[in-house]
């Protein structure tokens, strides 16, 4: 029935041709003549990516051999083009003068939008005026590329284009009265409608104006000039305006994929083989000489529904005088199907006879696909083009219908369902998420109830609902209203259980769309599982502290069940640096609900030879139930160790003098520093050779000792030592050279070596004897030293006891002056003073006197007896021998005193030990010498 239909739709509206007689009989000036000629005159539109070039191309690859040129200037107006058409000398004036096919008006981009009233508009259309006439009169026609409007519109004519397709209507407007000003019915002036194919993809788009759409991607940055592509867009649609010929399967142009290139060709034919025709636009190619053409016109539209298949029938015929065949192929969407009753395939086409004047039909079918993912969307138009070719005529006719695709609803659950726990008197969300998978916009619903064991609902589905001590509710729906075509959108719901330890909730899901007589049902179930939970700490973490290469630390761990039910805990070391062993003592511990156990060990091992400051962290998990409630980390450090090795510390004399070699080597695991002191037995010269940046010290300008810092592990520190050896001293000894080197970071660290040289004693000289030494010379030699001593005893003592006797007279001195001598006076010494002074002498009064015995005996009568005897005094001569024994006592202590300061003289006139190996020949002399010093230094 709808193969009937289209049939004789097509049929009613069968015509010869859209043309006059008259303008069916024009001379084809393109078959006339080899070459197509072509000039373009316009501004930067037309110069920026050549467009003529463009041109060029595409009508090469349409075998038309062309040859196209432009002549612009940046921003130029047809007025201002007119005016140099008008100006002899110019290449304007020159060109136009000449023949050609077809010249190309492109005016200034805002122009032709302007009221036709303005005197800009005025002006280009006498400008163009002046150009038509001229190309006229060398037998030619005229096009006006329709340009385009900018990609936001016009801010600086904001008032007239506020964005681009009020800018875009007015500039259609204004080619086409621009066209409509210049034909005539003899010679029509045609009208390339490159700004309509922008507005077809524009409006095909629901964001057109967004970056990198195949609408904004047509212009430059500026959004006004054309990019590569909005230039190519621009080549194809005046191809296949000024030939009719499609220009999908054309080459394409640098810098535009394939998949783009055929986007752009589509667009270019469809403007101008379908909707400019629409819009009364007219062609070269409609004016041809008559051959075989198609007997009605482009611009059906069929209505489709999606999945169905729908017959087509076109009738051509040939009005030439001679008979032919045509060559009929049909072409359209890849996602569509064609097929027809003919050994070849609709796209490659058919080969038919065309009697003269004899009318014939074509029958073909079209099968819609099915909606995937909301597309096709529905009433989208998808174009189609049957193409004819007359073999002997030459000429070429096309029919272009569309097929408007029909309207499908349906939706789908992408996800949700299935099964779900929760804790006693817990809360749990549901997310169910919903797709319109028709091609049209929609609105979708959704519905909950709980259900029984038989999967009835236990009541009418709503929004929410509360059944068993369970409750439910559906909280966030809005966005299922009015989805776009394919649009998902996301439902959620919670549920509440009973406090219970066990438990069970079936629930059903309903969902449906407008339009769309099937429900969907899903199934979902929430089932009361018994809480699990822990808890992991760290007590006793020993390893706070730095660890050495090679040793362990240890911290201990507590694990607390913080569920409603006993479970088993498993503890695991998830992560652990490869230089560290870590043991746990303790791996699973089953605890009741609320239990805590501690003192887990965990034992950390270090690897030997790592290097200081080397840190690694531990983490440790807890698992129960199928998942970790929780974990703890603790760092381990490793600890600086220092450590040096001697590795060569060997010496040599020569020369009289020693030298040791030294090299020192860090075998610790962090950078130190050495420090290096030298000590000698002999008072001779020695020191050492630093190593360069070190800080030496020195005595006496020598070094004696150094410090260097920041030696790196593994580095070495090399040095030398010396000792001058003296060739001989009074005395054979060892010269012993100490040398102690320490580390800087750790002084503990120590090694000292000593180097040793054998000095040989001096030879004695042989004495030079006299004939006949003298018997005193020989006492002398004898005794001398002996009697030394004896005189400085002697004086010695006699010194302390002179100083003994002072000591004892300034006592008795001090005492007197202490103690004053009480004089008793006479009588008569007293009765002389009176005498002396002439004073009258007083009477004298004699007091009884009486002898000792009496007043004895008179004193211890008065007294009373006593009972202790009164011992008798010592003996006189007792008394003087013990005086003896004290003195003697005295003197001895004042001997040892004598004694002990001669040494203590000696000791300190004794020869510097820097000076023992002196030559001593002059001993005697320096013992003179010290005791005149001794002499020097008594009191006068």
Known sequence: MALILVLVFLTSLASPSLLSTDAAKAESRQSDQSTLDIVMLGNSYTSNNQLHVRVNNLLDAAGLDPDVQ?????????????????????????????????????DQSQV??????????????????????????????????????????????QWRFPDFSTMQNHLKTGYLAFAENLSTSERPVFVAPVGMAHENIHDSLNNPTANYTIFSDLYASDGKHPSIQ??????CVIHVSITGLPSVGLPSTGGINASRTLALQEWADHTVLNSSLEAGLTYPWQYE???????????????IDPGLTVGVGVNFTNLAEIDTTALVAITGPSDWEISWNYPTSPGVGNSFEAPSDEVQWLQFSVTAPLVDGGAPLAGSTHDFSVSLVGDHTGNEDWWNFSMRYGEWKGMEIIEGGGSASIDPGGIVDLEFVLRNIGNSHNSLGINIAAVDENGSPVATPDH?????????????????EDMAPGESATVRM????????????????QVWADGVQEVQRLNQSISIVPRSGGNLGLTNVDCLFDVAPGDWCLVELFIENTGDAAFLFNLSVVDQPDWLVVNISDYTRFLGPGQRVHGIDVTAWTAVGLTAGLSGEVIIEVEVDGWVPAEVSFEVNIAAVHAWEVVRADSEVVDGQLTGFWEMHNIGNSPDGLVVSLECTDFTGFGVIAPEGSDSHTTNGDTRSFEILDIPIDGTVIFEVWMEVPEEVPIAADAVLTVEARSVRDPSVRHVIEHSAAIDGAEPTAPIEPDDP???????????????????????????AMAIRHRIEADREYYRKQNPEVVVEEV?????????????????????????????????????DHSRDVAPAPDTAVVGKAGEVLDEAQTEDAIRDAIEMADQLQESDMIHPENIVLDLDDFDDRLDSLGRDLRDDEDP
């Open 494 to 509: 919670q549920v509440e259980s009973p406090i219970r330890t066990a438990g069970r909730l079936d629930m059903m899901i």
């Open 289 to 303: 000489d008559p051959g075989v053409e198609f007997g009605v016109d482009s611009g059906s539209v069929f209505n």
């Open 828 to 864: 008569g010494d007293w009765m002389a003073k009176f005498e002396e002074s002439g004073e009258e002498i007083p009477e004298i009064i004699e007091s009884p006197t009486t002898d000792v015995a009496s007043f004895r005996a008179d004193f211890m009568e008065k007294s009373g």
């Open 774 to 800: 003298s018997a005193f010379s020989e006492f002398l030699q004898r005794w001398l030293q002996t009697i030394l001593i004896v005189t400085v005893s002697l004086v010695g003592m006699v010194a302390v």
């Open 112 to 157: 032709p939008g302007f009221p036709t009233s303005s005197s800009y508009w005025q002006d280009s259309l006498a400008g163009a005026e002046i150009i038509d006439a001229l190309v006229e009169a060398e037998g030619g026609d005229t096009f006006f590329m329709m340009t385009w409007g900018y990609r936001f519109g016009d801010e600086s004519n």
């Open 464 to 480: 929410s609902f509360a059944h068993d001590g369970w409750t439910a509710i559906v909280y966030d729906r809005a966005d299922l």
């Open 230 to 235: 909005g230039t190519y867009l621009a080549a």
């Open 70 to 106: 432009a002549l612009t200037s940046g921003g130029k107006t047809l007025a201002w083009h007119g005016e140099q058409a008008d100006t002899e000398g110019t290449s304007w004036y020159d060109t136009l003068r000449e023949s050609h096919d077809y010249v190309v008006l492109q």
